[in-house]
């Protein structure tokens, strides 16, 4: 409830604790990856650290909500993937490219790139 009523406090608090930001991380990506509980059947310790320290070092962890994104950006595509969970690029790079190239191909020809298909 509180990253929806107020992110910026959560992100204060998680910035301000290594650990703290890391046990935040870990969770999400048990929860939101496709590894049905079992973290170290998708991601090593080493990614899982790297991508907490990209946080850590720049203090950006209250910047990458969706909500936050939409607020402050103009989002032209929000694409759910089928596979790959929340961390689609560290779970299936390939299904994450292709929807990247399907996205530029579509702006590229002038289409919008928020429609489908």
Same mark, same amino acid.
């Given at each position: 409830?509180? &990253?929806? !009523?107020?992110?910026?406090?959560?992100?204060?608090?998680?910035?301000?604790?290594?650990?703290? =930001? +890391?046990?935040? @991380? #870990?969770?999400?990506?048990? &929860?939101? !990856?496709?590894?049905?509980?079992?973290?170290?059947?998708?991601?090593?310790?080493?990614?899982? =650290? +790297?991508?907490? @320290? #990209?946080?850590?070092v720049t203090g950006t962890i209250g910047t990458?909500?969706?909500?936050?994104?939409?607020?402050?950006?103009?989002?032209?595509?929000?694409?759910? @993937?089928?596979?790959?969970?929340?961390?689609?690029?560290?779970?299936?790079?390939?299904?994450?490219?292709?929807?990247?190239?399907?996205?530029?191909?579509?702006?590229?020809?002038?289409?919008?790139?928020?429609?489908?298909?």
């Open positions: 409830m509180i &990253r929806g !009523s107020r992110p910026q406090t959560l992100a204060d608090a998680l910035n301000d604790s290594p650990v703290g =930001l +890391a046990a935040w @991380m #870990v969770e999400k990506f048990q &929860r939101w !990856s496709d590894c049905d509980g079992d973290l170290e059947r998708r991601f090593s310790k080493d990614e899982l =650290l +790297a991508n907490v @320290m #990209v946080y850590w990458s909500p969706e909500e936050w994104a939409r607020r402050f950006i103009d989002v032209r595509r929000w694409q759910v @993937m089928p596979r790959g969970g929340h961390f689609a690029a560290m779970e299936e790079p390939e299904l994450l490219a292709r929807e990247l190239r399907a996205f530029f191909a579509r702006s590229a020809s002038g289409k919008s790139p928020d429609a489908a298909g």
